[in-house]
C-alpha cells in the first residue's frame, strides 16, 4: 500500500472513530420514554417498601463509575425535595444478571418510574437536574 492511501485510510478510521464519539456524547445525559413492564424491589434485591410512593429515581451503578457518586448525590437531593418520590441505588458491580435484564451498557444509567414501578424514561450517563425533574414533572403529580 502506497503511503497516500495508508494516510487516506488513517484518516477515515480517525474521522469515523470521531463521528461516533460525538454521536455517543450527544445521547448524554437525555432521557428516552419507554421502557420495561414495572419493576419490583424484590427483582432488585432491595428492601421492600424501597419505592417511592409516586415516583423512583432507580439509579443502577457500579464501583468503578466515576460519575455515579454526584449522580447519587443529585438525585438523592432531587428526591428529597419533592414528596413521594425517593432514589434507590442498585450497584451491578457483583449483579451483572440485573445490568443484562435492565440492558445496562454504561452507569450510571437512570430509570424513572412511576408509582406502580413502570419506567417512564431512562437516561444514560450523568443526568442533568433540569431534565430529571421534567421527567418527575412529566410523570405527573410531583410538584414540590
Not at 55 to 69: D, G, H
Not at 111 to 140: K, N, Q, Y
Request: aromatic share 2%; hydrophobic share 45%.
Amino acid at each position: 500500500m502506497s503511503p497516500l492511501a495508508a494516510a487516506l485510510v488513517l484518516a477515515g478510521i480517525a474521522l469515523v472513530a470521531v463521528l461516533a464519539g460525538l454521536a455517543l456524547r450527544r445521547g448524554q445525559g437525555r432521557a428516552r420514554r419507554g421502557g420495561h413492564g414495572a419493576i419490583s424491589s424484590r427483582e432488585l434485591g432491595i428492601e421492600a417498601g424501597a419505592f417511592g410512593e409516586r415516583a423512583t429515581l432507580l439509579q443502577f451503578s457500579t464501583e468503578v463509575c466515576a460519575k455515579c457518586p454526584a449522580t447519587r448525590r443529585l438525585l438523592a437531593d432531587v428526591a428529597a425535595s419533592r414528596p413521594g418520590v425517593r432514589h434507590v441505588d442498585v450497584d451491578l458491580t457483583h449483579r451483572p444478571d440485573l445490568a443484562r435484564r435492565f440492558r445496562v451498557l454504561q452507569t450510571p444509567t437512570v430509570l424513572v418510574l412511576d408509582g406502580a414501578g413502570a419506567p417512564h424514561a431512562r437516561i444514560g450517563g450523568a443526568p442533568p437536574r433540569a431534565t430529571v425533574i421534567a421527567e418527575l414533572d412529566r410523570i405527573g403529580g410531583v410538584h414540590v
